[in-house]
């Protein structure tokens, strides 16, 4: 396949699964199967195939939080937000609004994939973007997300009062539960800014380490969520030691 091909299929495997090793996984499944096929846009097809096996038997393990980009600079990668959105779905659902709302596929495509008709197809898709349009969405462009954020750090009170926590082990919402929590971030060990799936973020490192990665979303002046992976090994992975 076309490298351009196949990097449109490790975006769309990364989607489908949020992490980066599924996504290798299902995309080295997805060339096996194709290799001998010369079909335009099959590619697509069999990775949310694989995908979408791959998202049935994850469905009953537990909870792990996504893998997000993490970068220096702007991108437009989902955040944790979506990513731990996309999580919630059934399989079926996450396929349905993953190919229609991001990749932009007909319906009609959709449904042989999740054994619906294209009206069901449809329906499977609303129900997912009504459950992803309930996560809140920054309002502001970065620079405006990282002033409150440095905000919140210097000790200010710029939580909203539904704000929510994620994470590996915790899920909270409203003020007054979280604050407790997020008051650990302002006096984590050597904070440095992030841009983690799109969205302001922190990292916080020992030793040069990276034990903490931190990602929020501000609406409207207002931390609205944090993101946050706990796991060493797993933030270990994503970003880079000094």
Known sequence: MMTGEWDQGTRLAYRMLGRFADAADAVR?????????GEPGWLSTVVARVSLTMLRVRA???????????????????????LTALDALTPDERVAYVLHDMF??????????????????????????????????????LAGQRVVVDAFLAG?????AGVTLRSEEIWLRGAGLVAPKASVLQAAPCVEPAVVGGEAGLVSRVDGQPV???AFTVRESRIAA??????REHVRRLVAPR
């Open 212 to 214: 903490l990665l931190v």
């Open 226 to 231: 944090i993101h946050a992976i706990t796991d």
């Open 104 to 141: 932009e596929e007909s319906f009609e495509q959709v449904a042989p994939l999740i054994g619906r008709t294209p009206l069901g197809a449809s329906q499977v898709e609303s129900r997912a973007r009504r459950r992803v349009a309930d996560r809140p969405v920054s309002d502001v462009d």
């Open 156 to 160: 200010e009170d710029v939580l909203d």
């Open 29 to 37: 499944e997805a060339s096996r199967k194709t290799e001998k096929s």
């Open 60 to 82: 009953r393990n537990g909870f792990q939080m996504p893998d997000p980009v993490v970068s220096g600079e702007p991108n437009d990668e989902p955040g944790l937000g979506v």
